[in-house]
């Protein structure tokens, strides 16, 4: 891994066209960045993404049980339409 | 621009996502595919066309995944898109959108729960979609990727 040492208000680019610039670091560890880039590339928080791919990997892991179950799920949709209620909670 | 679901039955179509599905390379084109009566479908069945792998390369089969659509189950459901995936998507009205969140299933089938947090945004004009991702702690939308189903438990 490239490792590369900035001050606070100094830019490193990444390719043509990401400019990712140091804009705040504060006494308990946080460092504050701002990024450029093209509306096409994406940029995420990692521990986010993560959460998003394991959440993925593990719906689709018991999801073969769904074929052998899809008239199950088709009247349970009925009935879930039927009963649908207020907003869910948060985490 | 904030959406909201319409209270309709979900159609079959073809999805092109503008990115991987996170968590499975190559995972771009999937079809929709309700279960039950065209007017009655809550739960479809989200099967990719792709030839998928994991992050380590290995060869995933058959991927499938169930999803429902989430204003159909809870009627105040909504996300907030940002400018660039409104852009990317190409959507111009409200009219266009249509969510899917993922469901987890689970046995006894009511204990199945759905990703709320980042449910797959879908132009359904055009049929390009993307997986929402939060943007992080500073706007989280406070949703679970684990809400339970809103079914009566029977077990």
Redesign the interface.
């Known amino acids: 891994m490239l490792s590369l040492t900035r001050e606070v208000g100094q830019k490193i680019v990444i390719g043509d066209d990401v400019v990712v610039t140091v804009i705040a670091v504060s006494s308990n560890g946080r460092v504050r960045l701002g990024i450029e880039a093209p509306k096409q590339v994406r940029i995420d928080r990692e521990e986010v993404l993560e959460r998003v791919r394991q959440a993925n990997r593990e719906s689709a892991s018991t999801a073969p049980d769904v074929e052998i179950n899809a008239e199950e799920w088709a009247a349970y949709g009925s009935q879930a339409a039927a009963s649908a209620g207020p907003e869910p909670e948060g985490d | 621009m904030p959406t909201t679901t319409a209270k309709v039955a979900l159609t079959p179509m073809e999805l092109t996502l503008v990115?991987d599905?996170?968590?499975?390379t190559g995972a771009r084109r999937f079809a929709l595919e309700p279960?039950?009566?065209p007017e009655?479908?809550?739960?479809a069945?989200l099967r990719c066309l792709d030839t998928v792998t994991?992050?380590d390369g290995s060869p995933?089969s058959s991927?499938?995944?169930?999803v429902?659509s989430p204003g159909?189950?809870?009627?105040?459901?909504g996300i907030e898109l940002d400018e660039?995936l409104v852009?990317?998507l190409g959507i111009e009205s409200a009219d266009d959108v249509e969510l899917l969140a993922?469901?987890?299933?689970?046995?006894p089938?009511?204990a199945s729960t759905a990703?709320?947090?980042?449910p797959i945004v879908v132009n359904r004009r055009t049929g390009r979609a993307d997986?929402f991702?939060?943007?992080?702690?500073e706007s989280d939308v406070?949703?679970?990727?684990?809400?339970?189903?809103?079914?009566?438990r029977d077990d």
């Open positions: 990115r599905l996170p968590g499975f279960l039950g009566g009655r479908a809550v739960f069945r994991l992050r995933f991927l499938h995944l169930l429902t159909l189950l809870w009627p105040h459901y660039a852009e990317e993922i469901i987890h299933p689970r046995r089938l009511a990703n709320l947090y980042s997986q991702v939060p943007a992080g702690s406070g949703q679970s990727v684990a809400t339970p189903l809103p079914l009566e």
